[in-house]
């Protein structure tokens, strides 16, 4: 493992099935293993910060999720796969990091003030301790395994400073210097609309799940709302307001402008359009099926897996958490 360039954390709060929106964050993560050490974690203390009431999915989802990952092409070899609860260095951390944290620090994050209202309106009061301190266990996660790198979409951006901003007042207070200050690496992540053209949610029944059977994805596709303007094929069409063209430019960059210019000219019909993106997608989820059939055939297998990563990640963080105690006087 010397040999790999840095280390890499990061993770996911296990909500549900992946969706084909999440693909090519998980082609990023199958893409760092190899030349990183690489620690990917289900959430599921994170996923209490919202959802504290109900728990009673939580087992399934924390399954699905790592069933999702490796149907995506992560490689228990290759990459540390584990569950935040089964490390519970995190909580560690994140109790003595508590100790020094201002607490302006954390009501500043703008995702704060920001969720309780959303979620608010939606009848579900989180302001609890949990979620305000949704970002000083985010930093544990990192920091427990000294990561230079968090591969995370933009919108965690800010958690992502915070995470820096503890290690310096950490290293300042203690006069030990322990952890590097992680950087966040954004991937190129395309917005990829639901099939109604709203913001893909399962909760929206708009999704096409990263583990849909060829015949879902055709129902799926048929469903997809194209330009109201074209009823018959000779009728011109606008590419640039409709989802199933935005598709073919993400999942099929090698026919997307020869469709939308043969959209735009009336030669192609939007029912061929459809079969055309349709092919594609499910060329592209055939390995990811297969791998998850393989991986589902054997339950025993899921779970070995995720004992390993635990008990690697686990290694791990046992060793930070020698060093923090040390520099604390614990
Ligand atoms: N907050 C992240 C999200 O919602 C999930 C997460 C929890 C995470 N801990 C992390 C991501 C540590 C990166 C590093 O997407
Ligand atoms: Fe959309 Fe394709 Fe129909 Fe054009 S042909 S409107 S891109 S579905």
């Known amino acids: 493992m010397s040999e790999k360039k840095g ?37 599921d203390w994170h996923a209490l910060t919202s959802d504290y009431d109900d728990t009673s999915r939580l087992p399934a989802q924390r399954e699905m999720m790592l069933l999702d990952w490796l149907a995506a092409g992560l490689e228990p070899e290759n990459a540390v796969m584990f569950v935040q609860s089964g490390v519970k260095a995190h909580a560690e951390l994140s109790l003595l990091l508590g100790m020094n944290m201002p607490l302006a620090w954390l009501e500043r994050v703008p995702t704060y003030k920001d969720q309780i209202e959303q979620l608010g309106k939606q009848g579900k009061d989180i302001r609890t301790y949990g979620f305000l301190g949704y970002p000083l266990l985010m930093a544990a996660d990192i920091l427990v395994y000294r990561a230079n790198l968090v591969p995370v979409g933009e919108d965690q951006g800010a958690h992502l400073e915070f995470s820096r901003e503890l290690v310096r007042r950490f290293h300042h207070l203690y006069g030990r210097e322990i952890f590097p200050e992680p950087l966040p690496l954004y991937a190129k992540i395309p917005s990829l609309p639901g099939t109604d053209g709203r913001k893909m949610s399962k909760s929206y029944h708009n999704d096409i799940p990263l583990s849909a059977p060829p015949a879902l994805v055709t129902e799926k596709v048929k469903t997809m709302i194209t330009d109201p303007a074209r009823i018959r094929k000779t009728d011109l069409g606008h590419p640039e307001i409709c989802s199933v063209s935005r598709y073919q430019s993400i999942y099929n960059e090698g026919q997307a402008a020869e469709i939308q210019s043969a959209c735009r000219s009336g030669q192609i019909g939007c029912a061929e359009c459809k079969k055309r993106l349709t092919e594609r997608l499910n060329q592209k989820l055939a390995p990811i099926l297969e791998r998850r059939e393989r991986y589902s055939q054997n339950p025993g297998w899921l779970r070995e897996i995720c004992a390993d990563g635990n008990a690697k990640a686990g290694q791990a963080a046992a060793a930070t958490m020698e060093l923090v105690r040390a520099a604390m006087n614990l």
Do not use: F
């Open 7 to 43: 280390i890499i954390l990061s993770g996911m709060r296990p909500t549900g099935l992946l969706h084909i929106g999440h693909l090519s964050v998980l082609e990023n993560w199958a893409a760092l293993q190899k030349d990183y050490q690489c620690y990917y974690m289900v959430a």
